[in-house]
């Protein structure tokens, strides 16, 4: 069995896409998490991290060695300047590859699940996903997310709010799911350290003779994420968490 990653983290090693869309940059597709942080480790090659809030838009430079996180209802997209690979730590492991992301597309593909997973679906008619469908998805999500740009840029955030909360929507079926994977993650990890303390301040160091070193080899199997070509660590138990589709995390 694989061990926790500190903090019970996720974590993947991601090539961003290197194709152009109709706006004439490279790159991934845009989305936000509910409820994860997100943080990008530059590996190499050069980009830019370009970000939607409430709070306008934003666009951050990705060099080498660049650190770069963003909180829950960020809305991101990655921009290849040239072979830019990043390492990504996911706050929750886990909750990624069991939905917690919502691709920006264009409202008439947000209205339910359904719709919503028919317009994400990388798989064709024999079942596999397609770098095609996954260039096809992209685009579909950058047309969304410059609507919200545009319209946020001329002080209207009402678009924004309104993905919001489809977004909400589309994920609640979902949320039981979630509440065991962050107790059984996340969750376990900080009460590990609380019982540690607890333990500590009452002279008891037992816990210290369980020490173990643990490694997790990279990946060799490559998938078509939301960003980009991913390779994706395994969730602690060694089995990927998934809502019955390909594990996909930005």
Same mark, same amino acid.
């Given at each position: 069995?694989?061990?926790?990653?500190?903090?019970?983290?996720?974590?993947? @090693?991601?090539? !961003?896409?290197?194709?152009?869309?109709?706006?004439?940059?490279?790159?991934?597709?845009?989305?936000?998490?509910?409820?994860?942080?997100?943080?990008?480790?530059?590996?190499?090659?050069?980009? #830019?991290?370009?970000?939607?809030?409430?709070?306008?838009?934003?666009?951050?430079?990705?060099?080498?060695?660049?650190?770069?996180?963003? $909180?829950?209802?960020?809305?991101? &997209?990655?921009?290849?300047?040239?072979?830019?690979? !990043?390492? !990504?730590?996911?706050?929750?492991?886990?909750?990624?590859?069991?939905?917690?992301?919502? =691709?920006?597309?264009?409202?008439?593909?947000?209205?339910? &699940?359904?719709?919503?997973?028919?317009?994400?679906?990388? $798989?064709?008619?024999?079942?596999?996903?397609?770098?095609?469908?996954?260039? #096809?998805? &992209?685009?579909?999500?950058?047309?969304?997310?410059?609507?919200?740009?545009?319209? @946020?840029?001329?002080?209207? =955030?009402?678009?924004?709010?309104?993905?919001?909360?489809?977004?909400?929507?589309? !994920?609640?079926? =979902? =949320?039981?799911?979630?509440? $065991?994977?962050?107790?059984?993650?996340?969750?376990?990890?900080?009460?590990?350290?609380?019982?540690?303390? @607890?333990?500590?301040?009452?002279?008891?160091?037992?816990?210290? &003779? #369980?020490?173990?070193?643990? #490694?997790?080899?990279?990946? $060799?199997?490559?998938?078509?994420?939301?960003?980009?070509?991913?390779?994706?660590?395994?969730?602690p138990d060694g089995t990927p968490v998934s809502s019955g589709r390909p594990s996909e995390q930005p």
């Open positions: 069995m694989t061990g926790q990653l500190p903090g019970g983290v996720g974590l993947s @090693a991601l090539r !961003v896409y290197p194709w152009e869309a109709f706006d004439g940059l490279c790159g991934g597709s845009p989305h936000l998490h509910l409820c994860c942080t997100e943080a990008y480790v530059v590996v190499s090659g050069a980009g #830019r991290l370009q970000t939607l809030t409430t709070e306008g838009f934003s666009e951050q430079p990705l060099h080498p060695g660049d650190v770069v996180w963003f $909180t829950p209802g960020t809305i991101h &997209r990655a921009i290849n300047d040239g072979d830019l690979q !990043v390492l !990504v730590l996911m706050q929750n492991s886990g909750l990624p590859e069991a939905g917690d992301a919502v =691709l920006t597309f264009p409202p008439q593909h947000l209205r339910d &699940r359904a719709t919503y997973e028919a317009a994400r679906d990388l $798989t064709g008619p024999d079942g596999t996903p397609s770098a095609e469908r996954a260039r #096809r998805r &992209r685009d579909l999500a950058v047309e969304g997310f410059l609507a919200l740009r545009q319209a @946020a840029d001329q002080g209207d =955030l009402r678009p924004l709010e309104a993905f919001h909360a489809s977004s909400a929507g589309l !994920v609640e079926p =979902l =949320l039981g799911q979630w509440r $065991t994977i962050l107790a059984d993650g996340a969750g376990a990890t900080v009460d590990d350290t609380a019982a540690q303390l @607890a333990a500590l301040a009452g002279g008891d160091h037992s816990h210290l &003779r #369980r020490a173990s070193v643990q #490694r997790m080899p990279r990946p $060799t199997e490559e998938k078509f994420g939301m960003c980009g070509v991913l390779n994706a660590y395994p969730v």
